[in-house]
């Protein structure tokens, strides 16, 4: 199996301010991995250096999913984001829009074009976390654990090999947050690899995977 991410002594930084140094780990094809450490440990600012939300420039190597973050070109920024699916803690959903709709427009916004594939996709996806009977909803018609997975059909659509997982339980009670966290576990077992960040160390317990740790500024294992 190849390495979906490749990182190797790597500095993160924001704002002029040093966030992490000499970062180097690799993640492989559906591989679950926790990301854990106090708030401010560097965690967010990691996982976004994924997606070139934060950009880097110094470092030996950094690749997710064969792209070169060192010198990556603005162009290919939104073609790097199209093959990672993205599950923010605050959902992100559009209020004004159903469930489906909401999907729609992702599929729509990212090239496709087939009415008939936009909706056998959307029905997929949904079948998947289990919300294809709530795909009408609103999002405030919808609990905190129902937005979530339709934030997990959000970012499957394009069928991505890593799913990138900023504290995904974070606004949710421990029962839905364990509901979600075992969803992206089977994620994980059908090939798709996972990079989540939280603080909950139960769960981790709870659901035992790889664990990298950020602290005093570099990334422990």
């Known amino acids: ?30 591989e679950f991995c926790y990301l854990v450490g106090k708030v401010g440990s560097g965690k967010s600012s990691l996982l976004k250096t994924m997606y070139a939300d934060v950009r880097l420039t110094t470092g030996e190597k950094a690749e997710v999913l064969g792209y070169d973050l060192l010198h990556l070109k603005k162009r290919d920024i939104p073609y790097l984001r199209r093959s990672i699916g993205i599950v923010f803690q605050d959902f992100q ?42 795909s009408y909803k609103m999002p405030h018609e919808l609990s905190g654990g ?18 990138v997982a900023d504290e995904p339980t974070g606004n949710l009670d421990p029962h839905t947050g364990y509901q979600i966290v075992s969803l992206l576990h089977k994620l994980s077992e059908e090939g798709t690899a996972i990079v989540m960040a939280t603080h909950n160390m139960q769960m981790v317990e709870d659901f035992p995977a790889r664990v990298l740790r950020c602290e005093k500024k570099a990334l422990k294992f």
């Open 1 to 30: 199996m190849g390495n979906i991410i490749d990182y190797n002594k790597v500095e993160i930084e924001r704002a002029d301010r040093l966030v992490m140094k000499d970062v180097g780990f690799t993640v492989s094809e559906g």
């Open 93 to 134: 959903l559009l209020q004004d829009r159903s469930a489906a709709a909401n999907l729609r427009f992702v599929l729509q916004a990212t090239g496709w074009k087939s009415k008939t594939e936009i909706e056998d996709r959307i029905e997929e996806v949904l079948q998947a976390v289990g919300m294809e009977n709530k």
């Open 146 to 163: 129902e937005q979530q997975r339709v934030v997990i059909a959000r970012a499957l659509l394009n069928k991505p090999k890593l799913i």
